[in-house]
């Protein structure tokens, strides 16, 4: 089955990059948002993306208008009932996406389209039983920025059927994508690691072991990470940071998944990192 139409639920960070790049590869997107100023949002960042695109060269001005043009964004979710597959890539939180999925199992008419979700770390299972087609929900965790980043985890539960298993790896590589598969634990293969890296680096900065710069410069220069840990929590997002420790040490009780008290505190004073204009550091 090739992919033609493809829905995704939530613009943001994710959502707008999983957009881009579906376009990119040939499919019309819709994007659905919660208010028009979230799906203008949404359309900025797409455009923002490939404008970036087109001044580094890797772009013609025509490709892009082409891409642009495969994507609308849309605050009426009756917009994905004809899709092939959804991607949700809503806010990091179970009740948010348990909605969400049952209401696209009640809308997607087609009943072999492909229901996914790029939750950072929330159990597949669990978005799958919203549902009465659990069969069709499959976990496709992309990584930020999304243009860039060459993986998705693949995350199956007990009920995933085979044949969406195969259509979901053929659409990952359709968008350029190498795939891993997991098994349906909280966190999957790659937060499971990278996570408590993060929470450990805010707790070193929170304990007064070296200052932020230094931690960072830490890592890029002598582990040879492009950002360091706590440049990657402003770009990751502090309250996804934040939502996916909870889901990490919900699940397996860990002192090394648990929200330091700086992370929490910066999460409820509104510094989300990069999204927000401050978060560790500042990008005002
Ligand atoms: N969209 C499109 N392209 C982008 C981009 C974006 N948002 N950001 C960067 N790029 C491209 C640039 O165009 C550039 O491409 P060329 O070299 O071909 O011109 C390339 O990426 C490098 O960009 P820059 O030179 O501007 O900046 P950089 O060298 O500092 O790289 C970065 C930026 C790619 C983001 C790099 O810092 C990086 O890899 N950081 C770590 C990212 C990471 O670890 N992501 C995973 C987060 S965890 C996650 O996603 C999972 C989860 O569930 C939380
Ligand atoms: P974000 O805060 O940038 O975007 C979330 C978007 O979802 C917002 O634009 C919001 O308006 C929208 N939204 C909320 N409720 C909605 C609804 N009912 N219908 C439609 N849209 C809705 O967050 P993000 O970083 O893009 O994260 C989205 C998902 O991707 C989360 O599950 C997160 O864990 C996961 N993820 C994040 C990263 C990352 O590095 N930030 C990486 C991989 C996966």
């Known amino acids: 089955m090739s992919i033609e139409r493809v829905g995704i639920i939530g613009g943001g960070l994710m959502g707008s990059g999983i957009a881009e790049v579906s376009a990119k590869a040939g499919a019309k997107v819709v994007v659905h948002e919660i208010n028009p100023e979230a799906a203008e949002a949404a359309l900025g960042r797409i455009q923002r993306s490939l404008a970036r695109a087109v001044e580094r060269g890797k772009m013609e001005e025509n490709e892009r208008d082409q891409v642009l043009g495969r994507i609308s964004v849309s605050t ?32 997607v008419s087609d009943p072999g389209a492909i229901l996914a979700s790029n939750t950072s770390s929330i159990p597949i299972t669990r978005l799958a039983a919203a549902t009465q087609r659990p069969e069709s929900v499959i976990g496709m965790h992309f990584f930020n920025p999304v243009p860039v980043m060459a993986l998705v ?12 298993v195969g259509q979901a790896e053929a659409f990952a590589e359709m968008v350029g994508k190498t795939v891993v598969r997991a098994k349906d634990r909280a966190g999957f293969v790659v937060n499971m690691l990278l996570i408590p890296y993060m ?3 805010i707790r070193m900065f929170e304990a007064g072991h070296a200052t932020k710069e230094d931690i960072d410069s830490g890592m890029r220069l002598g582990a040879n990470h492009p950002m360091g840990p706590l440049e990657l929590t402003d770009f990751v997002g502090l309250d996804t940071t934040k939502y996916v420790a909870d889901v ?7 002192p090394m998944y648990a929200s330091p008290p700086l992370l929490t505190r910066m999460v409820e004073a509104g510094l989300h990192g990069r999204k927000t204009g401050q ?4 990008y005002r």
């Not at 985890?153 to 969406?164: D, I």
């Not at 990490?248 to 860990?254: D, G, I, N, S, V």
């Open 76 to 107: 009426d979710i009756g917009e994905q009932s004809d899709r092939q597959i959804v991607i949700e890539a809503a806010t990091e939180n179970e009740d948010l996406k348990r909605e969400i999925f049952a209401e696209l199992d009640r809308l």
């Open 153 to 164: 985890e693949l995350v199956t539960t007990v009920k995933t059927s085979p044949q969406v």
């Open 199 to 201: 929470l450990g680096a």
């Open 248 to 254: 990490l040490f919900e699940e397996y009780k860990e």
């Open 279 to 282: 978060g560790f550091y500042d």
